[in-house]
Every structure is written in C-alpha cells, then in structure tokens.
C-alpha cells in the first residue's frame, strides 16, 4: 500500500510537470506561438480555403508522383523546397514553378546546428534563395524555416531579407514514420478547417527517403476535402502576400 501510494504521489507531480513543460514549450516554440513575432500559420476562416504546403523536397520519384497527383486534380500547392535538396533535382523544382504551384525557401541544408549564429541563419536563406532564383527565374517570398524554428533573432533575420515567414498545421505527427495512407489522410483531415495551411512532407530534411504513404494520402484527401466543399489555394493566396519578390 505504502509502495503504491508511493508511486502514485511520485507519478501525478511527474506527468503534471510534464504537461506543464509540453504546454509551456508549445505556448513558447509551438506552431502557432505569436510569443517572438508574427507567426501565421492560418488564412481567413470565413471561406472553405485550405492551402497544401509540401517541405523538405525535391525529394524523387515521390515529388514527381505527388506533382502529378495534384496536377490530375487541378490543385496547386506551395512547395517549400531545401538547396541541397534543389541541387540533386533541379528538374523537379522548375517543374513545380512551371506547373502553377509556388515555391518557398526551406533553408540550404536544413541542418539544426547551422541556426546556431545569425550570419549562418542569413547565408542559408541567401544561398537558397540564389539558387532557386538560378534554377527557376523566381525569387521566393515565401521562408518556411527547419523545425518553425520562430526564436527572435530568426525572425528577424527573415525579415531583413524582406520575405515573409509561414508557420501552419502539422498534417500527422506521425507522417515523419509514414503510417498508412488512410491514416494519415484523415488525421489530416481531422485537423483541417476553412483557412488552413496544412504542412505535409515530400522529403525528410535534406535526406530523403521514401514518401509512398504521404502521396498516396494526398489524393484521398483531396479528394474528401473537395466532396467537404473544400477549395485548394496556395499561401500566398490565403494570406494576401506576394509569392515572389520582384
Ligand atoms: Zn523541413
């Protein structure tokens, strides 16, 4: 008895503390954290608008297949794409641009450490931005950082290379381990409402890997949120910004 008590007066402060640090942490880092600065991670909810956002790519042949996925529907999206990623498949990012669909910086490496010091943060939004500009003639508005990475200073950062920063709904928190198709379309569609931007992966940071599952979900949730009264948009759209600078 006395063990029992024990372990449930130890249990109830631990999982109590925990929640309050997952609370804090998300009210502080999370998706929808205001705390640093202006943060959108939705549009205007009086229209049944969802704008589909892809990062981590190019990412082959999964944004080939996923691309021709949206491309049979008539839905563009906003591709957040990462430079080394860019540099292995050029092909594909000029193909995103070309077929109507927007492209954002996602970073040149997508590495954590590189957000360590200003001057790293700014040479990976520049580089990026050079080479997507070299490979597709556009200059992105649209700067999604690794992780929503939103500290001050990165913000600011973004800000002085005059783009605008874009947060949004995490689609599954389990799409990183591609679950099933069905499940990941409809914990999306769960989570989807008038105004979203909802966050899907083509690529996995700068490494890949494989995305069957997440194309797969794309057209049945296309699919389901048009059978909803759903209409696709592309970010700049929803939130009445530029996509590219002039
Ligand atoms: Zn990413």
């Known amino acids: 008895m006395r063990r ?3 372990i449930r007066r130890g249990v109830v402060p631990f999982l109590t503390g925990t929640a309050v640090t997952a609370l804090a942490y998300r009210q502080v880092f999370g998706s929808r954290s205001q705390l640093f600065g202006p943060f959108p991670f939705a549009g205007p909810d009086d229209q049944r608008e969802v704008a589909l956002t892809f990062d981590d790519g190019p990412n082959e042949p999964y944004t080939s297949q996923l691309l021709d996925t949206l491309d049979d529907r008539g839905v563009a999206a906003t591709f957040f794409q990462v430079g080394v990623c860019v540099q292995r498949a050029p092909a594909i990012t000029r193909r995103v641009v070309e077929g109507g669909h ?7 490496s997508h590495s954590f450490t590189r957000y360590a010091t200003r001057p790293r943060q700014r040479d990976e ?3 990026t931005q050079a080479l997507l500009y070299d490979t597709t ?24 290379r005059r783009l605008q920063v874009v947060s949004g709904t995490f689609a599954h928190p389990l799409e ?16 989807v409402v008038p105004g979203s931007i909802l966050i899907l992966h083509d690529g996995r940071e700068a490494r890949g890997g494989d995305r069957q599952q997440t194309v797969r979900a794309v ?7 048009r059978d909803r009264g759903y209409t696709f948009t592309t ?5 009445g910004v530029p996509p590219y600078l002039s």
């Not at 990183?176 to 989570?191: E, M, T």
């Not at 049945?220 to 949120?225: G, Q």
């Open 125 to 127: 939004i520049d580089r």
């Open 219 to 225: 057209g049945l949730l296309v699919d389901r949120l």
């Open 176 to 191: 990183v381990f591609q679950p099933p198709a069905a499940l990941l379309a409809a914990g999306a569609l769960g989570r």
């Open 235 to 239: 970010v700049d759209r929803l939130l």
């Open 4 to 6: 029992g008590g024990g």
């Open 137 to 160: 003639g556009v200059r992105p508005a649209l700067y999604r950082p690794p992780w929503l990475c939103h500290l001050p200073w990165v913000l600011s950062t973004i800000r002085s």
């Open 102 to 108: 927007v492209l954002g910086n996602h970073s040149f």
